[in-house]
């Protein structure tokens, strides 16, 4: 066989740096996409469960936390609003919660591990509005009947101080009550069905 000038070398060379350079080329490409594809440290944090210190909660007062990008209600009941809740069972449409979405522990009158603090979704089970705290016994807006609660203004669904829906309302089913737990006397942990303190 003639020689035909090739270097063959030279060759191996050239074919053996385009493939390293093509395989950074592709390392450099690949890197970012299969880094797009884990969630952000924010959305990471936005699933993660939520310690909440309820120490400076007063008895009777309504605070709110953020969840899962949710809002969270957390009442601290007192004993007349607890001894109410069984006077107005005849006027709930699901009074004992079979419809409605809970964790297994807050199968009781209460809807909570500790009957005195309320915990659930600050959400209408109708169309997602905000439900306004309204504790205060027969005001003029609400009627003669109202024992305290959370009344939803955009549609008007009425709601009672376990989150238990009435009668007539518009929305279907009781406000939902989160998976949390005591971590402590003053620290709850909402997200997960920990074992109570």
Known sequence: MADTGVDKKRRRFL??????VGAVGVGAIAIPFIGSLTPSARALAAG?????????????????VEWQGKVVFLVNRTAEMLEKLPSIVPQLKDPDS???????????????REAEYLVMLGKCT??????????????ADLGADWQGGFYCPCHGSRFDLSGRVFKGAPAGTNMEIPPYYFKSESLILIGENGAAA
Do not use: W
């Open 126 to 139: 109708h169309l997602g509005c905000a439900p306004k705290y309204r504790p205060e016994v027969a005001p």
């Open 15 to 20: 074919i053996g740096a385009t493939s390293a």
């Open 48 to 64: 993660a469960p939520v310690e909440v210190d309820i120490s400076k909660l007063e008895v009777g007062a309504m605070m709110s």
């Open 98 to 112: 079979i419809e409605s979405v809970q964790p297994e522990f807050a199968n009781n009158e209460a809807r909570a």
